[in-house]
């Protein structure tokens, strides 16, 4: 088979024990068991852990800085710039240590639309990374491989140690994008999440320059009359579990483009979390866990195969990736027209934003910046109260260029096609954390579902006080106590401090990162 070589292997030399070429699942899968990487559950999902990182490490996170990029990117502590003197000196590095490894070759590519068809080839050290690419990319025709032309390489040794003090890294592990050439590299850390979340900054910075596609962090499903809607959602927060609806076929659960066209997936797969996962809470996520996919640092019931979602004992990030063909009700290609509905999805700790609410244009632009969730006491080492939490377009570690150019277009796709946003509030209700309660996922469900069958838009609307919200009266199968915040909780005084203290740290945050730059791009 003729493999055709990026302009990055052309000018590399990768000399290693062995190369293993675009081996199918089951053989990458028997792989990592035979070197002791990994074990089967009882239902044949692989089952692995990352090692010392069990999540993304945004702060080890770097863009090479040169011509293309120096007035392009929008340069801070989540973009950090890194010499291209630094990134060759660790390519080098990174191919001598290649030689004493067997190395395994995935050819797949990112975006469902072949309009914006992103070839990527994944060059690993373990045979899980290329089993996990399998599973979160689209994958290439038997006709297809024959002439694929990889356009990016990424390069995943996580078992190669960065020196610091001679790398230009922070810590020893690092990920690091070179537009010019082309090229992802990987090191020190086998978090998996780190190959998918490369190609997505990858895109969020070429779609908008390049094709006037919006990137978005979002999940994205289809109406049985053809209606698009979309999730956006911070980690947590309920993209994929509300996406996932057995009456939609879904789309996508993680990342995908807007185009004029409409919206499609970027992945072929799922990246689901795990924590206190049931078959009754989400019976297609839990079904979807089955042989070919991988099950990351989750524990089994002591003394069986029977993995265990409710211990913590590694991470409180546990994941799942998947073959999207493990969901059944699922749009093929993974494609839909523009969307009517956008959802913004934030688990609000504090108790004070309401379960739904319509947002007017500008109330949508101000969120999407925001990007706001909350963290809850116990989830993290240090975290004993609700702690706020602000990411950029609710993805703020892919975004390459400045927060307000997406949300710019995003403003512009809205109004060209009359697309309605909705804020859900998945977090508390009744008081803050330790105080309150969780909104029931049912009640969720059932907001989400007025909106999508529009029986809500037909009920009647009031703005509550604190946020200028509009709020629905009522709405089926949804306690109306529920709807306005404040009537939740009994002590009204409290609500109100709380609520004060939100509100200020919103106008904070945007007057601090978004007020200048809205300005600038308007």
Known sequence: ????????????????????????????????????????????????????????????????????????????????????????????????????????????????????????????????????????????????????????????????????????????????????????????????????????????????????????????????????????????????????????????????GWAKEGVFNFEGGCYAKCINLSAEKEPEIYNAIRHGAILENIKFIEGTRTPDFDNTDITQNTRVSYPIQHIDNIMAPSKGGNPKNIFFLTCDAFGVLPPIAKLDREQAMKYFLLGYTAKVAGTEAGVVEPQMTFSSCFGAPFLPLAPAYYAKMLGEKMEEHNTNVWLVNTGWTGGAYGVGNRIKLSYTRALIQAVLKGGLAELPFRKEASFGLDIPVLCPKVPNSILDPKNSWEDKASYDETAQKLMTAFEENYTKHHAEEVAEVA
């Open 1 to 256: 088979m003729t493999m055709l070589q990026t302009n990055f292997e052309k000018k590399i030399n990768i000399n290693c024990k062995a190369t293993h070429w675009n081996l199918a699942p089951e053989l990458l899968a028997e792989a990592s068991i035979r070197d002791g990487h990994a074990v089967l559950s009882d239902r044949g999902a692989l089952v692995i852990e990352t090692g010392e990182f069990t999540g993304r490490s945004p702060k080890d996170k770097f863009v090479v800085k040169d011509k293309i990029t120096e007035n392009t990117v929008d340069w801070n502590d989540i973009n950090q710039p890194i010499s291209t003197t630094h990134f060759k000196g660790l390519v080098k590095k990174m191919l001598a240590y290649a030689e004493t490894q067997e190395l395994y070759i995935q050819d797949v590519y990112a975006c469902a639309d072949a309009r914006y068809r992103l070839n990527v080839r994944v060059i690993a050290q373990f045979p899980w990374s290329c089993q996990f690419a399998h599973n979160m990319f689209q994958n290439p025709t038997t006709e297809e491989m024959k002439h694929f032309n990889p356009e990016w390489t990424i390069l995943c040794l996580p078992k190669f140690m960065a020196i610091p003090a001679e790398d230009g890294t922070r810590q020893h592990n690092f990920t690091i994008v070179n537009f010019a050439e082309k090229v992802v590299i990987i090191g020190g850390s086998g978090y998996t999440g780190e190959i998918k979340k490369s190609i997505f900054s990858v895109l969020n910075y070429t779609l908008p320059l390049e094709e006037n596609v919006l990137p978005m962090h979002c999940s994205a499903n289809v109406g049985q009359d053809g209606d698009t809607a979309i999730f956006f959602g911070l980690s947590g927060t309920g993209k994929t579990t509300l996406s996932t609806d057995p009456e939609r076929k879904l789309i996508g659960d993680d990342e995908h």
